[in-house]
């Protein structure tokens, strides 16, 4: 294995503190799958079963998640290096939550679960990192979920993004009606529509049919916390 991949590898979260030695004998152990995509390639589909972790380790995908009850659908980019959906592996509905796809030319890496359970487990450091990702994935939304639909509506379009998003910064798209929107947070259309409009005059969001683009996720949230 070339010395930049296997760089790569350990700067993913689950590997992160195990020593070259310990790394040297799960490589020997585990079978990875190494695959190479171009742009515009599905590497994982919404509601599909998770049997492995995927693990991107060169170049940028986005997802899309589709909320078909309420028609909206929210788009996230990722760079490398990342892991898509750890916390979807295990527990009562083990199913990805959006589809993932290619933007570039991409290389992944993919751990079957039956390897995690049967090798990867045995290492004390891989069974902290990952209870550390999963608690600090589930703290992170409970704590969302108290101001879901608090405080004024700046702070609910904030919150109502914060809580979907994956990572809290970059870029996001939101496919959704303005009125669904203002139903979803609780509020009229008129302060909806009011609250979108001065952030695209601030050039925070691009605003067009049925779709608001934002550049940069973190600088909203900035600008609605500035305004308290």
């Not at 929210?74 to 009562?92: A, D, K, N, R």
Request: with cysteine.
């Amino acid at each position: 294995m070339e010395v930049t991949m296997y760089d790569k590898l350990l700067l993913l979260p689950l590997f992160q503190g195990l020593g070259k030695e310990d790394f040297t004998a799960i490589l020997e152990k585990v079978k990875l799958h190494f695959q190479k995509y171009g742009p515009g390639v599905c590497i994982a589909h919404q509601g599909d079963t998770c049997r492995n972790i995927i693990f991107v380790l060169k170049g940028e995908i986005h997802s899309e998640s589709t909320d078909s009850q309420h028609g909206y659908t929210l788009e996230e980019t990722f760079t490398s290096p990342h892991v898509i959906e750890p916390y979807s592996l295990f527990g009562m509905h083990p199913q990805y939550t959006a589809s993932y796809y290619t933007n570039t030319d991409t290389n992944i890496v993919t751990v079957d679960k039956s390897y995690i359970l049967s090798e990867l487990s045995k290492y004390q450091i891989f069974q902290l990192n990952y209870l550390n990702l999963l608690s600090n994935r589930a703290q992170t939304i409970y704590r969302k979920l108290w101001n879901a639909h608090i405080g004024n509506t700046y702070e609910k379009i904030a919150n109502f993004l914060q809580l979907r998003c994956t990572n809290p910064t970059g870029k996001k798209i939101l496919h959704i009606r303005m009125e669904d929107l203002a139903s979803l947070i609780d509020d009229t259309r008129i302060n909806v529509s009011k609250v979108l409009n001065e952030l695209r005059d601030n050039e925070l969001i691009t605003l067009s049919r049925k779709e608001i683009y934002i550049p940069a996720l973190e600088e909203v949230i900035k600008y609605v916390k500035n305004l308290n």
